[in-house]
């Protein structure tokens, strides 16, 4: 018998029983090559089909909003709670909100106006937490809040012809036009390949690689940064406090944890005002996991004398955020910082390092806008035009260095540009992602169908 | 970061001309605050928390009068002299210690401009405020009330009031239990024994902060005079919000009245003096522009500012809260001149790259592995005692965990790999057989450093398929000691997670650094996979330190 070789290797994944198109797809066969392959087995009586039907749901548009923001009857709850009554006339989505806020028994109507009940005080939003934990139900369906699809998926049975059928008696026609089976392979993570990248750009730019730990004390995640120590940031809801080991000790850190304290508490030598408040060590010694990579630069600068100078440091590593994890959050991601420090550096020169990295990173436009962070001055936000999307995305913060971080870490007057940037962005597009946990789920067809990302073909 | 809605009308009006759509997209974000239009005359203001002076409709008003260039330079602010007192009982220094005061007449107020009062109020709760505790706001109608005032702390259940939005008296500590306010902000009060009042000449109560205004005193489209106390915990952050404040309403047309607290003559709306060095600006900035170039940007950021010889004279007003430093001043410089305007310059710095030795050799073993055909995993460092422990048939063993964390899935930092590796496999059950999958990352281990706890390099490798035995993985790891130019030895070992007889320690050196084996039936279904499973770990750390 005469056989492409697309039919006899599809034949080849035949020998261990039926298989379905979709999971020859995922051994690497492309969908033209099956749907060939599939014509001349039919024909030659060695295949039958069996189809066979597959049920998908996913979110809709509406569903997303109301994953993100709530539900409309939840909103009008959480409304009321803040003050009630409501009038109808000023409920965003009424029909909706109302309606279902009723049928939940959450509200009630008197007069026009719109009143919780004491069940509206205890609701929770389901449709959005079922929305978010993908925990799909009719109600969602019906709200059309998700949508249902069935997928047919053909399944290749062998026939008896085939199992009699001796593979060395075939003859391979040879098409050297068709597409064959495409090889498992080994294969870098799509996300960490895109750091690698990056970090390879910085080695390229001379920078030294820098590391630090997970587990720091505030002092050098916020303390060291002029970061106040009744900041939002230091509160409870942002940062992962540790409970094993609860605490630091600051010894190794010399004579910088007093200059710390001075420049918080009155400026110290710095030329500061400082921010003005009893600075206590107990909060300077309480451990945390790193909300910023700035903590590892905030720790190099401690070790750097003064011979070192000019010098320039990056790391690329992982952050903590005490978040619910949702598919726009997650409680730990990476970001990139970088610093250089010198005697003679200033602004002009902090905008040409991070424009020659994203440049090299395939982003021809970028550009800094004001914005605030305690430990830079100035303080910027860095932003790259993404030309597909035509739109200008925002990748992390810049600036230099406060005087009231610098001296105190260092022991002396210098200037240092700094950076924290992330990419995690730049690996959702690459990978046409919507959801940003799936850069940790670790499916294996995504990994093996994820093109390798190169910055000239972003 | 703050938003606040505004009304272009209002802004327009208070800036003094009109101002196009554009120039708000556009150029206004330059300044530091993001304009985003909602519908109509509306617009969303983001803010950033080192400028509380810009979170109302007037304070931005003054700030883009000197960005766009209408009105540049300082704006002069002065308070008739006071008519009313305000006393301060000692009681108050354990439980709220710090009070300012001031009055604005003549105001003509409206729903809307008193709508705009009170998101300023409440913004500045928020932020500086640290949600009143530091400080709290309080505005009266001063129609209603007898001078002088005294601020003091009473018995909880002594006194009585009508809370604004309550029909009824209440007696302070029935308001922490029953209005919503007072639950939403008595935490504040928890260690006090005795509730701060603010009260007029006959015992008239106005405000119990930082929970609650009287009703009697609330400010209504009516009202011309207002009172506005400022009560808090810090001494500098209560001044800055009663002048943030009383420059607002002035900015509307109202005259300032100083209040004569505790002997102290309220607010102070003189500026600060700074000096900015022009050499030390040029040196920070990189920017070649001359004295006069200066200031007149620090203008448009409406300082008051005065050159002679070299060096600023630089008048902060009495508003601003976040001027410290000469570099507050040169960013405010820069941002006037703007940022799209600099042009980059890169420094010539002689440094050659590197990396640390670890960081290396992490990238060899990834090569190495990846070229036995296996796939690259990414996982989470935050784990959970479940996935550590339990789905692993071990001990319990003690972790880096932290005291807040929001779900158990993410409440320790994993100190091993293996677990991450089968949550790769419980994820791609659906997925075709045999899996080959490896990462090499850090996990965290207790030790004696100064946080107690260090980071450590890893790497695990598992093959799971219909037959993954033990020697799928041990001709994995005999790779990596070929390519390495190791030499590993196994010896035979117990551990929980494996099967009895198929597992080992790896050594090197006769120093344990990892283990290997066949995944125990019961690990295999706790994780919900129905094939079997073999694997390694390693701690590449230990290795390096063997090679």
């Not at chain 1, 993404?386 to 210098?414: C, N, Q, S, T």
């Not at chain 2, 922490?176 to 006090?192: F, M, P, Q, R, T």
Request: proline residues 3%; aromatic residues 8%; negative net charge.
């Amino acid at each position: 018998m005469k056989l492409s070789a697309q039919a006899k290797q599809v034949i080849e994944e035949l020998k261990s029983g039926p298989i379905t198109v979709s999971e020859l797809e995922e051994l690497g066969f492309d969908q033209s090559m099956v749907n060939r392959a599939i014509l001349e087995l039919e024909e030659k009586e060695l295949i039958e089909l069996e189809e066979e039907e597959e049920i998908v749901q996913k979110i809709t548009e509406s569903g997303k909003n109301v994953a993100e923001n709530g539900s409309p009857e939840y909103r009008l709850v959480e409304k009321l709670r803040e003050n009630q009554p409501v009038a109808i006339a000023d409920i965003e989505n009424p029909d909706l909100a109302i309606g279902k806020g009723k049928q939940k028994n959450w509200i009630d109507i008197r007069e026009g106006e719109v009143y919780l009940t004491e069940d509206g005080e205890n609701a929770e939003d389901g449709a959005s937490r079922k929305l978010n934990s993908e925990n799909f139900d009719e109600e969602l369906e019906d709200r059309g809040l998700i949508e249902t699809n069935i997928l047919v998926e053909k399944k290749l049975i062998p026939t008896e012809k085939l199992e009699e059928l001796d593979l060395d008696d075939i003859e391979q026609e040879f098409d050297v036009e068709a597409d064959v089976k495409t090889p498992r392979t080994g294969k870098r993570h799509f996300y960490k390949h895109i750091m690698d990248q990056a970090r390879q750009t910085w080695l390229e730019m001379g920078f030294k690689e820098m590391t630090g730990e997970f587990v720091v004390p505030s002092f050098l995640c916020f303390d060291a940064l002029y970061t106040p120590q009744d900041h939002p940031a230091r509160e409870m809801q942002d940062t992962f406090f540790m409970e094993t080991p609860e605490s630091s000790d600051l010894s190794g850190y010399g004579a910088s944890v007093e200059n710390v304290k001075n420049t918080h508490e009155n400026g110290w030598t710095t030329g500061s005002t400082g921010w003005g408040y009893d600075w206590s060590m107990e909060e300077a010694e309480k451990n945390v996991l790193r909300t910023h990579t700035t903590a590892v630069s905030a720790r190099k600068l401690n070790e750097l004398e003064k011979e070192d100078l000019p010098a320039k440091y990056f790391d690329l590593s992982r952050v903590f955020r005490n978040e619910t994890v949702d598919r726009h959050h997650l409680a730990e991601f990476y970001q990139t910082d970088g610093i250089v420090v010198g005697e003679d550096l200033n602004f002009r020169n902090l905008k040409a390092y991070i424009s020659e990295f994203f440049e090299r990173m395939g982003f021809e436009e970028f550009r800094l806008i004001p914005s605030y962070y305690p430990y830079t001055e100035m303080g910027v936000e860095v932003q790259v035009f993404d030309e597909a999307e035509e739109e200008w995305i925002g990748l992390g913060g810049a600036g230099m260095f406060r005087p009231e971080v610098v001296k105190p870490m260092l022991g002396f007057e210098a200037t240092v540009l700094a950076w924290g940037l992330g990419i995690g962005r730049i690996a959702m597009r690459s990978a046409e992602l919507e959801d940003i946990r799936e850069l940790y789920r670790n499916d294996i067809k995504l990994l093996e169908q994820t093109p390798k990302w190169r910055p000239e073909n972003k | 970061m703050s938003h606040i809605e505004i009304d272009k009308r209002e802004f327009e009006q208070l800036i003094g001309r009109s101002v196009s759509e554009n120039e708000l997209k556009e150029k206004a974000s330059n300044l530091g605050a993001h304009w985003n239009h909602l519908e109509g005359p509306k617009w969303d203001v983001e803010v950033y928390p080192n400028r509380p002076d810009l979170l109302s409709v007037e304070g931005l008003a003054r700030a883009y009068r000197g960005f766009f260039e209408v009105y540049t330079g300082k704006e002069e602010y002065e308070a008739k002299e006071h008519e009313i007192s305000l006393e301060v009982d000692s009681s108050v220094e354990d439980v709220r210690p710090y009070i300012g005061g001031a009055v604005i007449r003549d105001l003509e107020l409206t729903e809307k401009k008193i709508n705009g009062l009170i998101q300023l109020q409440e913004k500045l709760h928020e932020t500086m405020g640290r949600r009143r505790d530091k400080i709290a706001i309080g505005l009266h109608d001063l129609s209603e009330l007898q001078a002088p005032f005294t601020y003091k702390t009473v018995e909880p259940e002594s006194v009585d009031f009508t809370p604004l939005e309550h029909d009824k008296p209440l007696h302070l500590e029935d308001i922490l239990e029953v209005h919503e306010k007072g639950k939403e902000y008595s935490w504040i009060l928890e260690d006090a024994e005795k509730y701060p009042i603010i009260v007029d000449a006959n015992e008239k109560v106005l405000s119990f902060p930082p929970i609650i205004n009287n009703q009697l005193t609330e400010v209504q489209p009516s009202t011309t005079d207002v009172f506005v106390d400022v009560t808090g915990k810090d001494r500098k952050a209560v001044r800055k919000v009663l002048n943030i404040l009383v420059t607002a309403l002035s900015e509307r047309g109202g005259d300032i009245e100083s209040v004569e607290v505790d002997g102290e003559i309220m607010p102070d709306l003189g500026s600060e003096s700074r000096e900015l060095d022009v050499e030390y600006f040029k040196k920070i900035s990189g920017l070649d522009l001359t004295g006069e170039e200066i200031v007149h940007r620090l203008e448009m950021m409406k300082y008051g500012a005065e050159l002679s010889e070299g060096v600023i004279e630089v008048e902060v007003p009495c508003y601003r809260n976040d001027v410290m430093h000469q570099y507050d001043l040169i960013e405010d410089v820069v941002i006037a001149h703007g940022y799209r305007e600099i042009e980059p310059e890169m420094p010539e710095i002689d440094q050659i790259g590197g990396q640390e030795a670890i960081e290396k050799l992490t990238d060899t073993v990834r090569e190495i592995i990846q070229g036995t055909g296996a796939l690259e995993a990414h996982s989470f460092a935050l784990s959970s005692d479940e996935k550590l422990f339990e789905n692993m048939n071990i001990e319990k063993e003690k972790v880096a965990r932290m005291n807040n964390a929001l779900t158990k899935d993410y409440s320790v930092v994993r100190n091993w790999m293996l677990p991450s590796m089968m949550q790769v496999l419980e994820s791609n059950r659906h997925r075709s057989y045999p899996q080959k999958i490896f990462e090499a990352s850090d996990t965290a281990v207790l030790d004696d450093s100064d946080t107690g706890v260090s980071n450590r390099r890893k790497l695990a490798y598992v093959h799971a398929g219909e037959v993954a035995d033990y020697t799928d993985v041990k001709a994995v790891l005999q790779v990596l000691e070929r390519e390495l130019g190791l030499e590993l030895e196994v010896k035979s070992a117990e551990k929980g997670c494996f099967r009895q007889g198929r597992a080992g320690d790896i050594l090197v050196k006769g120093e344990r650094i990892g283990i290997i084996g066949e995944l125990h039936d019961q690990v295999v279904e706790n994780w919900g996979l129905e094939n079997e499973v073999a694997g390694f770990e390693l701690d590449l750390e230990r290795m390096m330190e063997n090679i």
